[in-house]
C-alpha cells in the first residue's frame, strides 16, 4: 500500500476513534476501531486516549497479528478484529463499542429478537449475544465470529457490541444502529415483552437492506 493511502486510512480510523468519543458510544478509552487493506490491518493502538491519536500511532499489523509498521501496541482486541477479517472477506471496517445499552443487554446475555424492522439492518433476524470469555483472547474472538454469522454485528456477554462493515465508516454507523435499537428494545421492555415480528417478514426486510442506499 502506498503512504498516502496508508496515512488516509489511519486517519479513516482515528475519526471512527473520536467518533466514539464524542457521541459517547464507547467512553474514555474504551472500545476499538480497525480498517483493513489487502493483508494489513490498521487498529487502534492500546491505552493512548482518542483525542491525542496522531496517524503514526495508529497500528498496522497482519492478519496474524505480527506488527508491520508502528511503534505502539496494538489493541488489546486485536484477536477479535483479525478474526472477523479471515471470516469475513467483506469486511473492511471493525468497530468495538461499550456502549450503555447494548452493554446493559450484554450483561444480561440478552440479544435483541426481531422487535422493530430495523434489527434486520445488521443482517439477519435478530441481533444474536455472544457468550462471554476473557478480553483480548483468541476464545473471544471465536465466539464473536461465531455470533457474528449471516450477521454484521453482535452483542458480547458482560462486554459490549461488536460491528463490522464494508468501510470503517459503515461499521461505525452500524454500531450506532445498534446502540439505538438497544435502547429502543430496553424501553420497550420497561412496558412488558414486546411482540415480535415473525421469521418471514424478517427475511423480507433482510432482503431489502442487501440494496437500500445504494446507487444504481
Sequence with gaps: MADADASWLRQRVIDAALDLTRTGLSP???GNVSAREG????????????PDLLPGDIVEIALDGRVLSGAEAPSSEWQMHCAIYEAFPEAGGVVHA?????TALAVMKREIPPFHY???VAGGRDIRCAPYATFGTAELAAHAVAAL???RASLLAHHGQ????ESVEAALHLAHEVETLA?????ALQLGEPELLS????AVNVEKFRTYGRRG
Design 28 to 30: 474514555n478509552m474504551s
Design 162 to 165: 461488536i460491528a463490522f462493515g
Design 98 to 102: 461499550h456502549s450503555d445499552f447494548a
Design 118 to 120: 430495523m434489527v434486520a
Design 149 to 151: 454469522d449471516g450477521r
Design 199 to 202: 421469521d418471514e417478514e424478517m
Design 183 to 187: 435502547a429502543q428494545y430496553w424501553r
Design 39 to 50: 493483508g494489513s490491518v490498521f487498529i487502534t493502538p492500546s491505552g493512548i486516549a482518542y
